[in-house]
């Protein structure tokens, strides 16, 4: 397994952008599917995107794809997620997840991944 921190949330105005950061340990990150989740209060936790362990491949949900992009770099073991445009409405708190091996698309529908973040604010006003 990995171990994940995020970095980089914060309060936002509408419209504006940040970027997340995960940090993974050990020496296999780059074996790892790594993936965005977010869950807002009183609600579920909800797929954000996902990046396939080979780079290549990556999967968004509905509600951010043309506006958040997720991207790796292997050598910092590190996963990032750049939200443009932000709106009121992706206020949550964001965790990072890993999981060994399954494709983007496959890790939106997976409920216990291998490895979850803390997870970090994000806070966007209106």
């Known amino acids: 397994q990995v171990q994940l921190v995020e970095s980089g949330g914060g309060l936002v105005q509408a419209g504006a952008s940040l970027r997340l950061s995960c940090a993974a340990s050990?020496?296999?990150?780059?074996?790892?599917?790594m993936g965005w989740f977010r869950q807002a209060p009183g609600k579920e936790r909800e797929f954000v995107a996902a990046?396939?362990?080979?780079?290549?491949?990556?999967y968004y949900a509905a509600s951010v794809k043309g506006r958040f992009t997720i991207s790796r770099d292997n050598a910092r073991n590190t996963v990032y997620l750049q939200m443009n445009s932000l709106k009121p409405e992706d206020t949550a708190v964001y965790y990072c997840?890993?999981?060994?091996?399954?494709?983007?698309?496959?890790?939106?529908?997976?409920?216990?991944?291998?490895?979850w973040g803390q997870g970090t604010q994000v806070t966007v006003s209106s």
């Open positions: 997840a890993a999981d060994f091996r399954i494709t983007a698309q496959g890790m939106a529908g997976v409920k216990n991944h291998d490895s």
């Open positions: 050990g020496r296999t990150f780059s074996s790892y599917t």
């Open positions: 990046i396939a362990w080979t780079g290549g491949s990556t």
